[in-house]
C-alpha cells in the first residue's frame, strides 16, 4: 500500500533524502532488482566467454557484432519516450485519487436535513448512507483487485452488514448483463429521501436540493472511477515504452562490451571512448539501467492504483474509515447528549488573545508581516500636505489689463472662483479650508474649455438659457452688471 515519507523529510536537513535510499519497501532496489540481477550475469557471462573461450576467428566476429551494435545504440529515443509517458501515468494517477468518493459532505448534509433523534429518523439517516456505501464497496469490487479479494460475492457483503439478504435479492433480479449495476443502491438512496420530503422528514424546503447536490457528486465519482478502469491508456503507448526500454538494454549487453584493439586514442564508431581498465561489470550502465528501468517501473506501479502492489491505494482501508465515519457523522455524534453544552470560551472579552506556545515550539512563533512597505519611513519634512498645480499649454490668452491669469484644474475641483470683478458675484464661494494655498492661483480670463470647446455662457449657466458664445468667465464673474 501506499508508502509516506513525509516525516523523514519534514526538515530539509544535510542528509534528508539520502536516508531515503536505505529504506527497502517500495523502494527502486525492489522494483528492479529482479531485472537487474539478470543483467548482470548475462553481461558478466559474455564478457567471460569472449574473453576466455573464443577464438582469434570468433573473437573477430564477436567484435564485429559489439562495434555494429554500438553504432546505433544511441539512436532510440528512449529519455523522450520515457518522459513523456512517466508524466503522463504519474498525472492519471493522481486523478485517478481525486475521483475516490468522500461521503463526508454528505453525511454532514443528512445529519443537518434529517432532523430527530427518534428510531424511525435514525433509521432513516443510517440507510441512507448505507446506501451510498454500498455502491462504492460495489464498484471498488468491480476494478480493485484487492477488494475483489474481501468480497469475492455478495454473500460476503451481506456477511460483512452492508447489505441485507432482502437488498440482496433484490439486487440480484436486476439484469446486469450488459452493464455494471454497483448503482443500485442509489435508487435506493433516492426513494427514501423523496418518501422522507414527503413525509415532511426534513428540515426545510432546501434540505433535498442540498441533500441530493452531494449525493450526485458522490455518485459521479463511483462513475468515474469505474470508467478509469474501463478506459485505460493505449495499449501500443505501453507496448512502444516497454520495447523500447527492454530492447535498449538487451543491445547495452553487447554493444558495452569492452573489446580489444580500442582506447582512449582510439574510439568507436559511435564516439564512445573505451577506457584501457578492463571492467567486468560497466558501472555507468548499470546506472542507466538504475534510471531508465526505474522510470518504467514507476509507470508499471502506477498505471493500475487499484491493485496489491506497494504504491496503490489503500481501498480497504477506505471502506472502513468511510463506513465507520458515515454511522458516527450521522448518527451516534448526533445524540443530544454527546454535545457538549455552549459555554464561554476561554478568550471570551479578551481583545488580545495571548495564545500559548511550549516550550519546544517558541521557535516557531514568527513576527507579524506586515507588508513589504510596512518599515519604510518618509521624512518629517515632507510629510506637509499640498495640492500640486496642473497648468494647462497650448492654449490661446485671453487679457483682462495686462494681467493674463490661469486656471488649474486644482482650483476647478476644489471650487475656487476667479477674482472677483468690481460689484461682487454671487457665484464667489469660500476658500476650503485645511490646504496651503500659498502659491498664488492665477486664471486665464476667457479661456475656460471643455473637451476643447469654448464653455457655456452666462445665460446658460444661470438659468438654462442660451448665452453668448465666446463670453469670458470674467463678464461671468461680473454679476448682473
Not at 186 to 207: D, M, P
Not at 304 to 316: R, S, V
Not at 343 to 369: G, L, N, R
Not at 391 to 411: F, I, P
Amino acid at each position: 500500500m501506499t508508502i509516506s515519507y513525509q516525516r523523514d523529510v519534514a526538515s530539509s536537513t544535510a542528509g534528508g533524502f539520502t536516508r531515503l535510499l536505505f529504506k527497502w519497501k517500495g523502494s527502486l532496489y525492489k522494483l528492479i532488482c529482479r531485472e537487474l540481477l539478470l543483467f548482470l550475469i548475462v553481461y558478466i557471462l559474455l564478457g567471460v566467454i569472449y574473453r576466455q573461450l573464443m577464438s582469434p576467428a570468433q573473437k573477430e566476429l564477436f567484435e564485429s557484432v559489439v562495434k555494429y551494435f554500438d553504432a546505433f545504440l544511441n539512436l532510440i529515443p528512449l529519455s523522450f519516450v520515457l518522459g513523456f509517458y512517466v508524466s503522463y501515468v504519474a498525472s492519471r494517477w493522481w486523478q485517478q485519487f481525486l475521483a475516490i468518493p468522500w461521503p463526508d459532505k454528505l453525511f454532514h448534509s443528512i445529519a443537518c436535513y434529517v432532523e430527530g433523534f427518534d428510531e424511525e429518523s435514525r433509521m432513516l439517516r443510517r440507510s441512507l448512507m448505507r446506501y451510498m456505501n454500498l455502491a462504492l464497496i460495489l464498484v471498488l469490487r468491480s476494478i480493485s483487485s484487492a477488494v475483489k479479494q474481501r468480497f469475492p460475492t455478495l454473500d460476503h457483503v451481506v456477511e460483512a452488514g452492508f447489505m441485507t439478504p432482502t437488498e440482496k435479492e433484490l439486487f440480484a433480479a436486476v439484469p446486469a448483463n450488459e452493464f455494471n449495476t454497483y448503482w443500485v443502491p442509489c435508487t435506493w438512496f433516492v426513494y427514501r429521501i423523496q418518501e422522507a420530503t414527503k413525509r415532511g422528514k426534513l428540515l426545510n424546503q432546501y434540505s433535498l436540493e442540498n441533500i441530493m447536490r452531494e449525493f450526485c457528486e458522490f455518485r459521479a465519482k463511483c462513475g468515474l472511477l469505474w470508467c478509469y478502469d474501463w478506459v485505460s491508456i493505449p495499449m501500443v503507448y505501453t507496448q512502444v515504452v516497454t520495447l523500447a526500454t527492454y530492447v535498449f538494454f538487451i543491445f547495452t549487453i553487447i554493444g558495452r562490451q569492452k573489446i580489444d584493439g580500442f582506447n582512449v586514442h582510439k574510439a568507436m564508431r559511435s564516439g564512445r571512448i573505451p577506457l584501457d581498465i578492463d571492467l567486468y561489470i560497466p558501472i555507468f550502465t548499470v546506472l542507466q539501467f538504475f534510471f531508465y528501468m526505474g522510470l518504467l517501473k514507476v509507470a508499471e506501479q502506477l498505471i493500475n492504483p487499484f491493485g496489491d502492489d506497494d504504491e496503490d491505494f489503500e481501498l480497504n482501508w477506505l471502506i472502513d474509515r468511510h463506513v465507520k465515519a458515515s454511522f458516527l457523522g450521522c448518527d451516534i455524534l448526533m445524540n443530544p447528549e454527546r454535545i457538549p453544552p455552549m459555554v464561554k470560551d476561554y478568550y471570551w472579552d479578551k481583545q488580545d488573545c495571548p495564545i500559548p506556545y511550549t516550550e519546544a515550539s517558541m521557535h516557531f512563533k514568527k513576527k507579524t508581516y506586515r507588508g513589504s512597505a510596512d518599515e519604510i519611513k518618509v521624512p518629517e519634512e515632507k510629510c506637509h500636505m499640498v495640492l500640486p498645480e496642473i497648468e494647462e499649454e497650448g492654449e490661446d490668452l485671453a487679457g483682462v489689463g495686462d494681467q493674463e491669469k490661469k486656471l488649474s484644474l486644482t482650483s476647478l475641483l476644489l471650487g475656487q472662483q476667479p477674482p472677483q470683478q468690481p460689484g461682487g458675484s454671487e457665484y464667489a464661494s469660500p476658500p476650503v479650508p485645511g490646504y496651503d494655498r500659498s502659491p498664488a492661483v492665477t486664471y486665464r480670463v476667457g479661456a475656460l474649455r471643455t473637451n476643447g470647446h469654448p464653455p457655456p455662457s452666462a445665460g446658460s449657466w444661470r438659468n438654462g438659457g442660451s448665452g453668448r458664445s465666446g463670453e469670458g468667465v470674467g463678464e461671468l464673474a461680473g454679476g448682473d452688471g
